[in-house]
Nanobody
């Protein structure tokens, strides 16, 4: 299974951006039916941070306080994609964003698959 993230770029503070992550590979259909999906980010010199996730059915989407109310995760199991809609962006949201898949943990505590990162830069 491969996870391909896209949608990063440069945006001004207060703006919005949408990231997408598509799964491909022979087992991707199984993955999307059974795995929690979500996003992490890592800013320069900082540890990787959980940004949010979504259950396989899409009925639960936990977020950390740092992004709650500004970020929204959704998934389309038929298209095997998960999206991260980011609004009211702040310079401190600048980071490389990674999508991830976890079979065991809704909060993605034991990630099975990682996508490559996509850079989000928020200018002040």
């Amino acid at each position: 299974v491969q996870l391909q993230a896209s949608g990063g770029g440069l945006v001004q503070a207060g703006g919005s951006l949408r990231l997408s992550c598509a799964a491909s590979g022979a087992a991707s259909g199984h993955l999307f039916s059974n795995y929690a999906m979500g996003w992490f980010r890592q800013a320069p010199g900082k540890e990787r941070e959980f940004v949010g996730s979504i259950t396989p059915s899409g009925n639960r989407t936990p977020y950390p306080d740092s992004v709650k109310g500004r970020f929204t995760i959704s998934r389309d199991n038929a298209k095997r994609t998960v999206s991260l809609d980011m609004s009211s962006l702040k310079p401190e949201d600048t980071a490389v964003y990674y999508c991830a898949a976890d079979r065991q943990s809704i909060e993605l505590r034991d990630v099975d698959y990682w996508g490559q990162g996509t850079l989000v830069t928020v200018s002040s």
